[in-house]
């Protein structure tokens, strides 16, 4: 699947134009492995603005299945630090988790975040998910802890509002200037 950074300059009029495999090939990397959000969100061209695409992807990433939402999640990769260098990392997660240091962690940072991760996914079900664009490690360890006791379904409902603020995100560098 391609990946945003390859399709970036596009313009939305571009986007609003592309037949279904050409749209989903250019936005469906926007959710991690997700594709189908792209194809199902297609069907509502043309949109005015970025924030209409968005709204459409994050509607069909809302009324999708349980297991698709799951499925959604559980498509996220984990924030360890090593995990930039994995070569199921998408390059968007791999820009972003290198942004905010994820990358240059300290020993007890790798091992915070190895330790808090485990606890986190045991609990429920699915990697812990924060969109990190201006985070650093600390502010991320700290999201960490305090959602991991969280209830379930508050969480689950965490982690979907990150993923459509990391979708947002994407669509922004995808589309810049649209």
Same mark, same amino acid.
């Given at each position: 699947?391609?990946?945003? $950074? %390859?399709? *970036?300059? =596009?313009?939305?009029?571009? /986007?609003?134009? !592309?037949? +279904? @495999?050409?749209?989903?090939?250019? &936005?469906?990397?926007?959710?991690?492995?997700?594709?189908?959000?792209?194809?199902?969100?297609?069907?509502?061209?043309?949109? $005015? %603005?970025? *924030?209409? =695409?968005?709204?459409?992807? /994050?509607?069909? !990433?809302? +009324? @999708?299945?349980?297991?698709?939402? &799951?499925?959604?999640?559980?498509?996220?990769?984990?924030?360890?630090?090593?995990?930039?260098?994995?070569?199921?990392?998408? $390059?968007?997660?791999?820009?972003?988790?290198?942004?905010?240091?994820?990358?240059?962690?300290?020993?007890?940072?790798?091992?915070? &975040?190895?330790?808090?991760?485990?606890?986190?996914?045991?609990?429920?079900?699915?990697?812990?998910?924060?969109?990190?664009?201006?985070?650093?490690?600390?502010?991320?360890?700290?999201?960490?802890?305090?959602?991991?006791?969280?209830?379930?379904?508050?969480?689950?409902?965490?982690?979907?509002?990150?993923?459509?603020?990391?979708?947002?995100?994407?669509?922004?560098?995808?589309?810049?200037?649209?």
């Amino acid at each position: 699947m391609t990946q945003g $950074a %390859s399709n *970036a300059g =596009l313009r939305l009029d571009d /986007v609003n134009a !592309m037949d +279904e @495999a050409g749209f989903v090939r250019a &936005l469906g990397g926007v959710f991690e492995h997700s594709p189908w959000v792209a194809q199902r969100a297609y069907a509502q061209r043309p949109f $005015a %603005s970025v *924030a209409a =695409l968005h709204a459409a992807m /994050v509607a069909v !990433m809302n +009324e @999708a299945s349980q297991p698709e939402q &799951l499925a959604l999640l559980r498509a996220h990769p984990e924030l360890t630090g090593k995990a930039s260098v994995s070569v199921d990392l998408t $390059a968007d997660s791999r820009r972003e988790q290198r942004g905010a240091g994820l990358d240059r962690c300290t020993l007890q940072q790798f091992a915070d &975040l190895s330790e808090r991760n485990a606890r986190y996914r045991t609990r429920f079900g699915f990697p812990f998910i924060i969109a990190v664009k201006g985070l650093d490690v600390d502010a991320i360890l700290q999201a960490l802890a305090s959602r991991v006791d969280r209830a379930p379904d508050a969480e689950k409902a965490e982690a979907l509002r990150q993923v459509a603020r990391i979708g947002r995100l994407r669509l922004e560098a995808l589309l810049d200037g649209s």
